[in-house]
């Protein structure tokens, strides 16, 4: 039996994306959580661009007494781990409750991380690969919006008439 509905999902290692990111490695000296919302702006554009289920995981390995906590926001979900997970053992757990017939890729450079998420089925992206296809994906809504601009700007009155009204205008405006 085959499964021909198969979901696409994109698992983001949060943290280990910020440090891999040039910009954003900069931006969490001053400003962890602005480093966060700024990754994950781009990740919300790009799901909402490729249609991918998107999934950033934030670890809190070492906040004492922190609870798991899970955001969903507009085309992803947001996770913030426990006290003593990594992002890692919950992306392993996770990966393993989806189907194999879905398609899963991970984004981070953890070596270790991306032998286990090959050995369970998932692709890997690194970091420098996901910010490649987020940048693309970034510079093609671009000109996507740049073009329904000028269509918009572009508004002749008449492409808005009826050919009668058209024509009628046109025998009117000869006549002059």
């Known amino acids: 039996m085959r499964r021909t509905n198969k979901n696409s999902y994109l698992i983001v290692d949060g943290y280990n994306i910020i440090n ?3 910009r954003l ?7 962890l959580e602005s480093a966060r919302e700024k990754l994950i702006h781009y990740i919300i554009e790009y799901a909402q ?3 991918k289920k ?12 922190s609870k798991e906590k899970i ?9 913030y781990t426990k006290e003593h997970q990594t992002a890692d053992s919950y992306i392993e ?5 989806l189907s194999k017939y879905d398609d ?3 984004a981070t450079s953890d070596y270790a991380e ?3 998420i090959l050995g369970k089925g998932a692709s890997r992206i690194s970091a420098r690969e996901l910010k490649l296809y987020v940048d693309s994906a970034m510079v093609k809504i671009k000109e996507e919006q740049e073009k329904r601009q000028q269509k918009i700007q572009r508004n002749f009155l008449e492409e808005r008439l009826d050919k009668d009204i058209l024509s009628k205008l046109e025998n009117i405006r000869r006549k002059r």
């Open 93 to 97: 757990k996770y990966i393993s409750s």
């Open 49 to 51: 661009y490729t249609g």
């Open 25 to 31: 490695k900069e931006i969490s000296k001053e400003d």
């Open 104 to 106: 899963i890729e991970v």
């Open 71 to 79: 955001e969903e926001r507009k085309y992803i979900t947001i996770v």
């Open 114 to 116: 991306q032998q286990i």
């Open 54 to 65: 998107a999934i950033i995981v934030f670890d809190a390995y070492n906040v004492k007494n």
């Open 20 to 22: 891999a990111w040039d």
